[in-house]
């Protein structure tokens, strides 16, 4: 059984930081790219960030840029996204998700119709 699930969100204070992680299973995770996605209330699914646990190759988002980090342990066959100086517009519904080939996450592939699989989601909260 195919199967993303999210770990790791909750509140927090702006300029403060989490780690986010997507825990993989049911597929073989260096055919694939792992991405994470957000959606805020009113707002289009956006990208966010994506790796290619096959080699490394990683993609951020311009409002992430600086500030998140994607990280793959294949042995774990997890993905984590550490998340620091969080503003309040970075809350949202996070989205862990899987597409093929790894190739997905170059820049003009990323994006939520290249994903094949997804988890159920996990709440961020940035507020004072």
């Known amino acids: 059984q195919v199967q993303l699930v999210e770990s790791g969100g909750g509140v927090v204070q702006p300029g403060g930081s989490l780690r986010l992680s997507c825990a993989a299973s049911g597929f073989s995770f260096e055919d694939y790219a792992i991405g994470w996605f957000r959606q805020a209330p009113g707002k289009e699914r956006e990208r966010v960030s994506c790796i290619a646990p096959v080699d490394g190759a990683t993609f951020y988002a311009d409002t992430v840029k600086g500030r998140f980090t994607i990280s793959s342990d294949n042995v774990k066959n997890t993905v984590y996204l550490q998340m620091n100086r969080l503003r309040p517009e970075d809350t949202a519904d996070y989205y862990c998700?899987?597409?093929?080939?790894?190739?997905?996450?170059?820049?003009?592939?990323?994006?939520?119709?290249?994903?094949?699989?997804w988890g159920k989601g996990i709440l961020v909260t940035v507020t004072s």
């Open positions: 998700a899987a597409g093929v080939p790894p190739g997905v996450c170059f820049e003009s592939m990323f994006g939520p119709q290249a994903m094949n699989y």
